[in-house]
């Protein structure tokens, strides 16, 4: 069986109406797979203006507003209506990416059809309670992810560090690995303008401390805004740059008054503005890869993140960056300290980490999932001949 073979019904709780490194990696893996000649049709809940226009076919499916987050849509049924159509694409795989309702039921019709089922975990949900002053829920969200997961014939994971927390949580025991690329035509180098700097109110001479992603409490804003309060009480130089939209920008802005917010950025624009930092300062331990830290990386920025799933893959402590225990907010402190006043460090630790982001491909990452697509399909066959 070749790539051009597969018909694959993918499900997302949200494919382009809110703009996310999730969804951007789905929609990259869309065009390459059209480009190899699959046949792909995307079941995903849609707005009247996305966030960017969709990859592929793309069929909406009934949703609502999440009640305290309007901006996310909870998928609520697999209607009659897309059922039909489901039905009439006639996939010979089904690709969930959000363990919601609308997934659980895409699986049990798969099921039915004796129809593999591949599932892409794109961030640890069960860790986004502890924002929210819920930790006691995290056991029972591991369960009810763990039900659903194991229905599933395969997960893919964006890096190994959070495949083996998946196997630890016996969530499945057959996850291959679905990295993630960066555009070296966006994010290198010499997209660094300090003359754009400048227009920022940014100096030459104090380094700038980035933060990238979006501004939303799960992305470790706390732990960043009081590290920053750190070096400003140690009377440490520097300057900080916060790229990114989200509901918790005011918020943020309020604990951060001297920071330069640059707002949303996208294509060369963002690899523009990820070039003029001169650390990224990264203390999430939701993100499952961390995008953001490998387009650091591509830019020769040292990083500084917390040691958690996604950055312990990417980050070599010491060499390219370094790894913190989350939440230490003065071991933070103390090494952006350095990184702040020691310049040649800077840039030695981000040619090292330069060099290896070239190792992410996005062509070569993608085909991972195509060939797993194709492994799940010839042992779902094998298994109907023998029995």
């Known amino acids: 069986m070749h790539t051009s073979n597969l018909r694959i019904a993918l499900f997302s709780g949200n494919y382009n109406y809110v703009r ?13 797979l059209l480009r190899q000649g699959a046949h792909v049709r995307i079941y995903s809940p849609t ?4 966030a960017f226009p ?4 793309l069929v909406s499916v009934p949703s609502m507003a999440i009640p305290n987050r309007p901006e996310y849509r909870i998928p609520l049924s697999l209607s009659p209506k897309v059922k039909r159509d489901l039905a009439q694409f006639a996939p010979n795989v089904v690709h969930i990416s959000s363990p919601d309702r609308v997934a659980r039921q895409a699986v049990k019709w798969a099921q039915k059809r004796n129809l593999p089922v591949l599932c892409s975990v794109h961030t640890r949900f069960e860790t986004y309670f502890r924002y929210y002053n ?11 992810l763990r039900r659903l997961y194991r229905k599933c014939d ?8 959070f495949a083996q927390v998946l196997r630890e949580q016996r969530m499945n ?3 291959d690995i679905w990295s993630r690329g960066v555009d070296r035509d966006i994010f290198n180098p010499q997209r660094r303008d300090l003359e754009w700097r ?15 992603g979006r501004l939303v409490m799960e992305k470790g804003l706390d732990v960043f805004s009081d590290t920053i309060d750190q070096l400003n009480r140690r009377q440490v130089p520097h300057q900080v740059m916060v790229i990114g939209e989200g509901p918790a920008r005011g918020w943020f802005e309020s604990r951060l008054p001297h920071a330069r917010f640059v707002g949303f950025q996208g294509g060369a624009d963002l690899g523009r503005a990820v070039a003029a930092m001169d650390v990224l300062f990264n203390p999430s331990v939701t993100e499952t890869f961390g995008n953001v830290t490998l387009e650091a990386m591509a830019c020769a920025l040292p990083v500084v993140a917390a040691k958690a799933t996604g950055s312990q893959s990417l980050v070599e402590d010491k060499m390219s960056g370094r790894l913190i225990i989350p939440g230490a907010i003065n071991q933070f402190a103390d090494v952006l300290q350095i990184y702040c006043t020691d310049e040649n460090l800077r840039q030695k630790h981000g040619s090292v980490g330069e060099q290896r982001s070239l190792e992410y491909s996005w062509d070569a990452i993608n085909q991972t999932v195509a060939d797993t697509y194709v492994r799940l399909i ?3 066959a094998a298994r109907a001949m023998a029995a």
């Open 173 to 175: 025991y057959d996850i």
């Open 378 to 380: 010839r042992q779902r």
């Open 47 to 50: 707005v009247e203006n996305p």
């Open 134 to 144: 819920m930790s006691f829920a995290e056991p029972l969200v591991e369960a009810w």
């Open 20 to 32: 996310d490194g999730a969804n951007q990696a789905l929609n990259r893996l869309v065009g390459y």
């Open 154 to 161: 395969a997960l893919v994971a964006p890096s190994e560090s």
């Open 54 to 57: 969709p990859t592929g076919d």
């Open 198 to 212: 400048r227009s920022q109110g940014l100096t030459d001479e104090l380094p700038v401390i980035g933060f990238l």
